[in-house]
């Protein structure tokens, strides 16, 4: 593994990510010695959830870390409650907040279908599908397409950003950011929206945008990125190491490339 810290000069992505689960992938980048730049390009708020829709749930299904955080603002898990995990990283908000029995999926909806289908049973009792406002896919109304009992929870809404700040700008003018990380399709989309980053971008496009997945990746203008990469799983260790090779690759081949720092071995 390449670490970039052994490099007189260490990459600089911006993040995309809303606030506060910058922190994560910021520090998971740091860990191979990238640096970051935050830019977030939603900003999530509370949305009243109707409390009697999940009180009668046997199961509650989480397809965000922003879904678990507003539905636990709201109000507590009932004990015997299943829950299902779209992914490590709900799971880990879940297992933050005390809930650490989630049964989890591998970070797309298609997988936590496949896992609710293998382990749930129509009666078994309703499940309740807690959300955001904007989702890719109903798991709720795929489930109720499969016999099941069950709705959804809308817990949260993001807004998108309409303006970046100047010093992200400059960042872009100065060719210091060698690439974008998007983990939101809507973000991908709201970010290449601005004005200020079409004039700037489609002047001196940037290197690389890094997606989450292929659906996040169509939501990139190609005219502002030379390069739009994305994971083979939906999940952030895929995301980093698929930065990680890529920076790497860029780095040896480049002719200008900085050498690293001579290590002795052991």
Not at 126 to 150: F, M, N, P, Q, T
Not at 190 to 204: N, P, S
Request: charged share 25%; proline share 3%; hydrophobic share 40%.
């Amino acid at each position: 593994m390449l670490h970039f810290d052994h490099y007189a000069q260490r990459p600089k992505l911006l993040l995309t990510q809303s606030a506060p689960h910058t922190r994560g992938t910021v520090e998971a980048l740091a860990g191979i010695g990238v640096n970051c730049l935050a830019e977030p390009m939603l900003v999530t708020r509370d949305l009243t959830i109707e409390r009697d829709e999940a009180a009668d749930a046997a199961a509650l299904v989480f397809t965000s870390a922003n879904g678990v955080e507003a539905f636990l603002r709201q109000g507590r898990i009932g004990d015997n409650v299943r829950l299902y995990a779209v992914g490590p990283q709900t799971a880990a908000c879940l297992a933050q907040r005390g809930y650490r029995d989630a049964v989890v999926g591998e970070g797309d909806a298609d997988s936590l279908l496949r896992l609710i289908f293998s382990t749930w049973r129509p009666t078994d009792g309703k499940i309740v599908h807690v959300s955001g406002k904007h989702v890719k896919c109903d798991i709720a109304l795929e489930l109720r397409s499969w016999g099941y009992k069950a709705s959804r929870a809308i817990a949260y809404v993001a807004d998108q950003v309409e303006d970046v700040r100047e010093t992200t700008l400059d960042a872009f003018r100065r060719g210091s950011l060698q690439g974008v990380v998007y983990v939101s399709r809507r973000a991908a989309k709201a970010f290449c929206a601005i004005t200020e980053v079409q004039d700037v971008l489609g002047h001196k496009p940037c290197r690389f945008a890094f997606c989450l997945s292929e659906y996040i990746a169509g939501g990139i203008d190609e005219r502002l990125f030379r390069d739009i990469l994305w994971s083979v799983r939906p999940t952030r260790e895929a995301l980093v190491h698929r930065i990680e090779t890529c920076l790497a690759d860029l780095q040896l081949n480049s002719p200008q490339h900085i050498q690293p720092a001579r290590t002795e071995n052991v």
